[in-house]
T-cell receptor, first 113, second 114 residues
Framework: TQLLEQSPQFLSIQEGENLTVYCNSS?????LQWYRQEPGEGPVLLVT?????EVKKLKRLTFQFGDARKDSSLHITAAQPGDTGLYLC?????????????FGKGTLLTVNP | NAGVTQTPKFQVLKTGQSMTLQCAQD?????MYWYRQDPGMGLRLIYY???????DKGEVPNGYNVSRLNKREFSLRLESAAPSQTSVYFC?????????????FGPGTRLTVT
């Protein structure tokens, strides 16, 4: 069974701070996605990375896919209360069924005003 | 463009009752999924349908059945609800983009079984 480990599990910071959350695995993934889930809502796709070493930016969010395609990170610059939510990473298996994603358990981020 | 819709949003059942959760997508996606989300457990795949006419078990299929009614609709049925099935249920459909299966989720159904 492939696993995606996310860290930290919980993170509480003040508005304006920077932060990085991580998504790690011992398995190789053909692609990896990040989702954000707000309370009472379904997860919403933020970004997909497909190439080892790839970096994508979405406003204040920077996503990186590891060179070996086993890990990813999400960096938020100058966090705002609107960034509060559960951040999930999910990977597509490079060696098995491509219809299923493996999800991490998420990092619950709280940004205090 | 509504995306993925789910009904109902909330439901309370008594142990042993049955119900069907409905899901529809208007994005012309081939693949659809049912997940449950529990505190500390993350999202767990119950069943999925890679294309119209096919369904397959996921990680936690026991106690559930599914029907892929057509390309748009994918329903989840609890035949005899148990308290362990208290959870938030999400339906998702998938866009195949360059081999990456990007998922689009519905708003969820919050189910309590007493």
């Amino acid at each position: 069974t492939q696993l995606l480990e996310q860290s930290p599990q919980f993170l509480s910071i003040q508005e304006g701070e920077n932060l990085t959350v991580y998504c790690n695995s011992s398995s190789v993934f053909s692609s990896l996605q990040w989702y954000r889930q707000e309370p009472g809502e379904g997860p919403v796709l933020l970004v997909t990375v497909v190439t080892g070493g790839e970096v994508k930016k979405l406003k204040r969010l920077t996503f990186q896919f590891g060179d070996a395609r086993k890990d990813s990170s999400l960096h938020i610059t100058a966090a705002q209360p609107g960034d509060t939510g559960l951040y999930l990473c999910a990977g597509t298996n490079s060696g098995g069924s491509n219809y299923k994603l493996t999800f991490g358990k998420g990092t619950l981020l709280t940004v205090n005003p | 463009n509504a995306g993925v819709t789910q009904t109902p949003k909330f439901q309370v059942l008594k142990t042993g009752q049955s119900m069907t959760l409905q899901c529809a997508q208007d994005m012309n996606h081939n693949s659809m999924y049912w997940y449950r989300q529990d505190p500390g457990m993350g999202l767990r795949l119950i069943y999925y349908s890679a294309s119209e006419g096919t369904t397959d078990k996921g990680e936690v299929p026991n106690g559930y059945n599914v029907s892929r009614l057509n390309k748009r609709e994918f329903s989840l049925r609890l035949e005899s609800a148990a308290p362990s099935q208290t959870s938030v249920y999400f339906c998702a459909s998938t866009r195949d983009w360059a081999g990456a299966y990007e998922q689009y989720f519905g708003p969820g159904t919050r189910l309590t079984v007493t």
